[in-house]
């Protein structure tokens, strides 16, 4: 029996991998795009965009909550707990995927969070697992083993790949060896 499955996506080269893995194990699965970290908004709509072509190259329905797109809510989130914000942003985003997968009756739940060699990926799957219900568990799996693969199809498909995690912080990081000393 098929087991209904709703995935947190984050971005189009990180669900492809993901994405595969999961319908070869006979996962019926419905993507969710709910990022409110991803800044700037520009950033936001091509890693939307690049989650929308590869979920239909793939055959599967996503769950847009651009509505819930305030990065201001996340700013005040994560203010004063930057050293930590990495948490934070996950706890959001994997509390409102269970919260619609429970409401939707899903069976599981999980991200592609677990794809990217970058992410604290332990800290992902204690807090799932934390998250998970009686009726709504959370699927762990390492795609970190897609790495690769997922790089190369995303170049292959022509699908947007950014270089930095999503929020300013992380974008600050990334460039900050552009600033002139």
């Not at 969710?32 to 055959?59: M, Q, S």
């Not at 693969?149 to 600050?172: D, F, M, P």
Request: glycine letters at 8%; proline letters at 3%.
């Amino acid at each position: 029996m098929n087991k209904r499955l709703l995935l947190h996506i984050c971005c189009g080269p990180c669900s492809i991998t993901t994405l595969k893995t999961l319908l070869d194990l006979g996962h019926e699965i419905t993507g969710l795009f709910y990022n409110p970290n991803i800044h700037p908004l520009t950033e936001y709509v091509k890693r939307r965009d690049g989650c929308l072509e590869v979920a239909e190259k793939l055959g599967v329905r996503v769950i847009l909550k651009d509505g819930e797109y305030a990065p201001q809510k996340w700013f005040r989130t994560v203010a004063h707990r930057e050293g930590n914000r990495c948490f934070y942003c996950y706890s959001d985003r994997l509390e409102r995927t269970v919260q619609i997968a429970r409401k939707g009756n899903f069976d599981l739940f999980s991200t592609t969070l677990l794809y990217s060699k970058y992410q604290k990926h332990q800290e992902i799957a204690d807090l799932g697992k934390d998250l998970e219900t009686p009726t709504t568990r959370f699927l762990y799996h390492d795609f970190r083993e897609g790495w690769q693969e997922g790089i190369e199809t995303s170049k292959e498909w022509g699908i947007y790949r950014q270089q930095y995690c999503g929020c300013l912080y992380s974008e600050n990081e990334r460039y900050k060896k552009e600033l002139r000393k």
